[in-house]
Every structure is written in structure tokens, then in C-alpha cells.
């Protein structure tokens, strides 16, 4: 019995890795980490406050797709591996969000909250790749989405 829940997380684990792997903006195992490997050091986005850009929410809906963010988050729709974004403007601040988009491992490292997530979901966020550009259109899309 043992054997069977072993092999159902290694072909869980094999299916996450796969769906959550987009191969673009993946660093060689040989580069260095980006300049910016804290959560302090993340730039909050211009699209953290003030009037939502459209444009800027629509290019998110689709940024959202494109880097696979769907095969493990909803908004609205429940949990899948991750949490269902619905509300996370509400639940988390800016720089919170932006610091799990551009820079996962370090969060997952260095921050309490991104630590508890993790025990409760049981599977880390995958780092993307997303540029703080990428990032702030994502954050126009969640707070378009919360403002709904």
C-alpha cells in the first residue's frame, strides 16, 4: 500500500512539473539567480494603486495562460494545487504578490506567509521566469478581477 502512495505523488509531482513549465524564460542550471533574490528587493508595480489599466489587465489574462498559471490556479473558480487568486488584492498586499510572481524561491525562503502557504498547499509556486513588466500587468489583472 505503501508503494501505491509513493507512486501516485511521484506521478503527481511529474504531472505538476509538466504542467506548471511553460520552457520559456527557464534559466540553465549554470546561471546565476537574477539580481534581485529577495523579497526586498522586488519593485512593487505601478499597477499596485490608483485607476486599473484595461490594457494593461488584458495583457495579464493572457499572461496568465501563457506561462501556465492556470494548471494550478483558479480566480473564483476553487483551489487547484495552488489557491484560488479570487480576492488576493484583498488577502495579500502588492508586494507580497509581486514577490511570489518574480521571485518564488526567495519568498518561499524568507517569508512566513509564502512558508504557510506552502504547508497547507504542499507544492511550492514555480518559478516562472516573469519580469516585473509580466508582473504588473498580472496584478492589473487580479485587481480588475477583485474589483468585479
Not at 539567480?33 to 489599466?53: C, L, S
Not at 497547507?120 to 468585479?148: I, K, W
Amino acid at each position: 500500500m505503501r508503494s501505491i502512495n509513493t507512486m501516485g505523488v511521484l506521478l503527481f509531482s511529474a504531472a505538476w512539473l509538466l504542467a506548471c513549465s511553460s520552457g520559456e524564460g527557464e534559466r540553465p542550471a549554470s546561471e546565476s539567480p537574477p539580481a534581485q533574490a529577495t523579497p526586498e528587493a522586488t519593485e512593487v508595480p505601478a499597477a499596485a494603486g490608483g485607476p486599473i489599466d484595461a490594457a494593461l489587465a488584458a495583457e495579464g489574462e493572457s499572461l496568465m495562460q501563457a506561462k501556465g498559471c492556470t494548471a494550478c490556479h483558479t480566480i473564483g473558480g476553487g483551489r487547484l494545487v495552488g489557491p484560488d487568486l479570487a480576492g488576493v488584492t484583498e488577502r495579500r498586499s502588492a508586494e507580497f504578490i509581486v514577490g511570489m510572481i518574480v521571485n518564488p524561491d526567495s519568498m518561499l525562503a524568507n517569508n512566513e506567509t509564502a512558508k504557510q502557504m506552502l504547508a497547507e498547499h504542499f507544492t511550492p509556486m514555480a518559478n516562472q521566469g516573469v519580469t516585473q513588466e509580466d508582473a504588473q500587468a498580472l496584478l492589473a489583472y487580479f485587481r480588475s478581477r477583485d474589483a468585479q
